[in-house]
T-cell receptor
Framework: AQKVTQAQTEISVVEKEDVTLDCVYE???????LFWYKQPPSGELVFLIR??????QNEISGRYSWNFQKSTSSFNFTITASQVVDSAVYFC?????????????FGQGTRLTINP | DSGVTQTPKHLITATGQRVTLRCSPR?????VYWYQQSLDQGLQFLIHYYNGEERAKGNILERFSAQQFPDLHSELNLSSLELGDSALYFC??????????????FGPGTRLTVL
């Protein structure tokens, strides 16, 4: 079965520091998709990125960047020059297909606190 | 704003009762998913509907049921509620979601408290 591990339960940094959130996954599928979602204190889940297993290029979006390494089954997320508004719980997720349908398997989440 | 709406935002009820959670997907999306987020289990997939038909089931209790209507909105029914059913229930939608892996966009959630 698919599994996603986010070993860092909580991270606390001071504003403007860079921070990396780790995500390691397990799957027997050759084609799969990985996602990151953000859950701010207000509670909603906000989509950040979707990456398929054939695309190992790193992606950068503003202060956010993602490093996908298939060889180590990792999909890490870095925030550069962190800001207080980045404080949230971040979830890494892996798609799993069930007879054509799909579901997401989530990690336990990393609570990120950015202190002013 | 993801475009997925869920009502109500909060629900407080007593053990043994029955509640209905409602979800409207993004315009044009055919798939609706339900997830439960609890402190002990984390985010868990419950069920997936595609264009009105149930397509996949996860860790959904027999006391829980769902349906997707012709206008594509969905309802999650929880009955014989127990204290342990207290959780945040999310609905998500995607454009297709059948034989394709589309991004799932989540609604704001319904926080259920069972007293």
């Amino acid at each position: 079965a698919q599994k996603v591990t986010q070993a860092q339960t909580e991270i606390s940094v001071v504003e403007k520091e860079d921070v990396t959130l780790d995500c390691v996954y397990e799957t027997r599928d050759t084609t799969y998709y990985l996602f990151w979602y953000k859950q701010p204190p207000s509670g909603e889940l906000v989509f950040l990125i979707r990456r398929n297993s054939f695309d190992e290029q790193n992606e950068i979006s503003g202060r956010y960047s993602w490093n996908f390494q298939k060889s180590t089954s990792s999909f890490n997320f870095t925030i550069t020059a962190s800001q207080v508004v980045d404080s949230a719980v971040y979830f890494c997720a892996l798609s799993e297909e069930l007879q054509g349908a799909q579901k997401l398997v989530f990690g336990q989440g990393t609570r990120l606190t950015i202190n002013p | 704003d993801s475009g997925v709406t869920q009502t109500p935002k909060h629900l407080i009820t007593a053990t043994g009762q029955r509640v209905t959670l409602r979800c409207s997907p993004r315009s044009g999306d055919l798939s609706v998913y339900w997830y439960q987020q609890s402190l002990d289990q984390g985010l868990q997939f419950l069920i997936h509907y595609y264009n009105g038909e149930e397509r996949a089931k996860g860790n959904i209790l027999e006391r829980f049921s769902a349906q997707q209507f012709p206008d594509l909105h969905s309802e999650l029914n929880l009955s014989s509620l127990e204290l342990g059913d207290s959780a945040l229930y999310f609905c998500a939608s995607s454009a297709k979601g059948l034989f394709s892996t589309d991004t799932q966009y989540f609604g704001p959630g319904t926080r259920l408290t069972v007293l």
